[in-house]
T-cell receptor
Framework: DGGITQSPKYLFRKEGQNVTLSCEQNLNHDAMYWYRQDPGQGLRLIYYSQIVNDFQKGDIAEGYSVSREKKESFPLTVTSAQKNPTAFYLC????????????FGEGSRLTVL | SQQGEEDPQALSIQEGENATMNCSYKTSINNLQWYRQNSGRGLVHLILIRSNEREKHSGRLRVTLDTSKKSSSLLITASRAADTASYFCATESTGGFKTIFGAGTRLFVKA
């Protein structure tokens, strides 16, 4: 079945460590997105990519990095520079065109110990 | 920045009642979308209404859009316990590509 796969579902990290969250889609979508969600709050945009080898900062990009070397993959690295990384991270993709619905993965919950 | 502001933040109703959630936004939009999120899960797209549309229906869902007031409402009719979830409005600005979400309304439907 087509969809978006995020891994791992749960991740624990010590302070000062970088961690990479995986996002893979087999929907043949051009655009991919990373959002952060804190408890009881909405989603905030971290990074987005419209095409391979291109990405833009969202509203809260500081302390995060991404790459888009393949159409199917858009990994997010949470670096040690991110001061408050404990959150629920959601990856999404959008089909052809610049507008339309987003398809979400099931999320990755990162906890910093 | 969060474009949309949902109201109320939380809503508790009995099964069979209707649930209405409102969303306000700040800038010009291409479209407005509503999503649902069950606890600890990803979001699921419910309905999209374009800026030149005023009302749209999908099953038990009815969405309205008033671009002059920069507001939208989502009505869920004949609610069920399974409708218990958080509901988010999201807007695409006229520049495209970025979809910005509000803080959401938490709906609890009591059986």
């Amino acid at each position: 079945d087509g969809g978006i796969t995020q891994s791992p579902k749960y991740l624990f990290r010590k302070e000062g460590q970088n961690v990479t969250l995986s996002c893979e889609q087999n929907l043949n979508h051009d655009a991919m997105y990373w959002y952060r969600q804190d408890p009881g709050q909405g989603l905030r945009l971290i990074y987005y990519s419209q095409i391979v080898n291109d990405f833009q900062k969202g509203d809260i990009a500081e302390g995060y990095s991404v790459s888009r070397e393949k159409k199917e993959s858009f990994p997010l690295t949470v670096t040690s520079a991110q001061k408050n990384p404990t959150a629920f991270y959601l990856c999404a993709s959008r089909g052809q065109g610049v507008t339309g619905e987003l398809f979400f993965g099931e999320g990755s919950r990162l906890t910093v110990l | 920045s969060q474009q949309g502001e949902e109201d109320p933040q939380a809503l508790s109703i009995q099964e069979g009642e209707n649930a209405t959630m409102n969303c306000s936004y700040k800038t010009s939009i291409n479209n407005l979308q509503w999503y649902r999120q069950n606890s600890g899960r990803g979001l699921v797209h419910l309905i999209l209404i374009r800026s030149n549309e005023r009302e749209k229906h999908s099953g038990r869902l009815r969405v309205t859009l008033d671009t002059s007031k920069k507001s939208s409402s989502l009505l869920i009719t004949a609610s069920r316990a399974a409708d218990t979830a958080s509901y988010f409005c999201a807007t695409e600005s006229t520049g495209g590509f970025k979809t910005i979400f509000g803080a959401g309304t938490r709906l609890f439907v009591k059986a």
